[in-house]
């Protein structure tokens, strides 16, 4: 089998990509270790920004987040017992949508099955080979045959835990990591949200989030200890704990109901540098995690696809290498700044175990600083809406 640009995973960053090259005409093909219901079954966040609603537009997969997204021009951060809007539409003229990531992977999903693109499911063991060649090649195991793919290139989209970035040879990669003294506990249930836009509270007894994915199912998470387990959250437990945690308003109007998903994830910041190793290149996960305060991992996903999928449309097109060899570092400025937003977020909003009272005085000050000044706001809402790409 031969293609031109061969892609390992299938989440939000292969499909994307593999659509993106779809449109201008490159042909590929996609491997996923997991089935397409696998896939699809996996909860994660669902903020958009306006920079990744137009690429699933220029694909032609945005109508239904049109249809049933919910645009946000605000969100609330809660300290103290009070809660301080900040008006991302005023303060940039830009807004996010709320559409989970599953709608989003659903979508590119169909459009690509549309388009007839052959992706394999179920593919195992799959091994990326020659990548510092001219001509790299891919090998996977699918029913108990082995099967070959030689291609121009190959993108690794496979995620934190994939293969890719973990064929590359010791030594060829510089590798960035804070990992957080806390998880994320996060239920999903058929209730109306809280409030209208997203609250981020900074809590004595650690940080919660109400977020939603639509105007009749509602995502809440807590701060939890890396050593709790689900099983020690009944839901009756969940709600107490997060009325404890909301603003006086925000406790009396939850509405809780039986919860429809529960999980808890760590936290983590992580960066490998480079993002191409002679014809492979990573995308998303597979080169940078976020923490998910702030929601950009799906979101840089995106961008990396499209700045690749400019790449190999310009050495296709043009028979130019130079977006192919300026990926990396573009790619990684505008992950950095992602990083360093997320971070920023997670540090001013969690309890942190070893900062103490000086600790959580300081968050205190940057949070009400924060809410006043229209500088520091504008900041806020310019990395939350999305720096440009
Ligand atoms: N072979 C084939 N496929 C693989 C392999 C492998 N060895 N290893 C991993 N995969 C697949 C996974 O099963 C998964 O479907 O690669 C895919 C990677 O998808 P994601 O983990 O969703 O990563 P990405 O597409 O970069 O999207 C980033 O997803 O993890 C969230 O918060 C993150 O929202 C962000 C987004
Ligand atoms: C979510 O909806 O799951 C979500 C939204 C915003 C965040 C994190 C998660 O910052």
């Not at 089935?35 to 909860?43: H, N, Q, S």
């Not at 690429?55 to 946000?72: F, K, M, N, S």
Request: charged content about 25%; aromatic content about 10%.
């Amino acid at each position: 089998m031969r293609t031109k640009v061969a892609i390992i995973g299938a989440g939000p960053a292969g499909l994307l990509l593999g659509q993106l090259l779809h449109t201008y005409g490159i042909d590929n093909i996609i491997l996923e270790r997991q089935t397409a219901e696998y896939v699809l079954g996996r909860i994660r966040a669902g903020l958009l920004e306006e920079g990744t609603v137009k690429l699933l537009d220029e694909v032609g997969v945005g109508g239904r987040a049109h249809h049933e997204g919910l645009v946000h021009n605000g969100i609330e951060l809660a300290f103290g017992g009070a809660r301080h809007r900040i008006d991302m539409k005023g303060l940039t003229g830009k807004t996010v949508m709320i559409y989970g990531q599953t709608e989003v992977t659903l979508d590119l999903m169909n459009a690509r099955k549309a388009a007839g693109l052959s992706t394999v499911y179920q593919a195992a063991d799959v091994r990326p080979y020659d990548f510092d060649t001219d001509r790299p090649r891919l090998t996977y195991v699918k029913d108990g045959i082995t099967h070959e793919i030689d291609c121009d290139f190959i993108a690794g989209c496979d995620g934190f835990h994939g293969i890719s970035r973990a064929s590359v040879k010791p030594g060829a990669i510089e590798e960035f990591e804070r990992v957080y003294p806390f998880g994320w506990l996060g239920i999903l249930s058929e209730t109306p949200p809280v409030s209208h836009e997203l609250i981020y509270n900074n809590h004595e007894r650690g940080f919660a989030l109400c977020t939603m994915r639509s105007t009749h199912r509602s995502r809440y998470y807590l701060q939890c200890s890396l050593d709790d387990h689900v099983d020690n959250w009944p839901d009756e437990r969940f709600w107490d704990e997060l009325k404890r945690r909301l603003d006086p308003k925000a406790a009396s109007d939850l509405i809780t109901g039986p919860s429809i998903e529960k999980s808890i994830a760590p936290l983590r910041s992580y960066v490998a540098e480079p993002m191409r190793f002679g014809r492979m290149f990573l995308a998303g996960d597979a080169a940078h995690i976020v923490p998910p305060t702030g929601a950009k991992g799906l979101n840089l996903a995106a961008s990396d696809a499209h700045y690749l999928a400019g790449a190999f449309r310009e050495y296709y097109d043009e028979q130019s290498s130079a977006g192919i060899d300026h990926y990396s570092t573009t790619a990684l400025s505008r992950a950095w700044k992602a990083v360093r937003f997320s971070w920023w977020m997670t540090s001013m909003l969690h309890k942190f175990p070893d900062t103490g009272t000086f600790g959580a005085r300081i968050q205190v000050a940057e949070l009400d600083y924060v809410c006043r000044s229209k500088a520091a706001m504008t900041s806020l809402a310019e990395n939350y809406t999305g720096l440009p790409f």
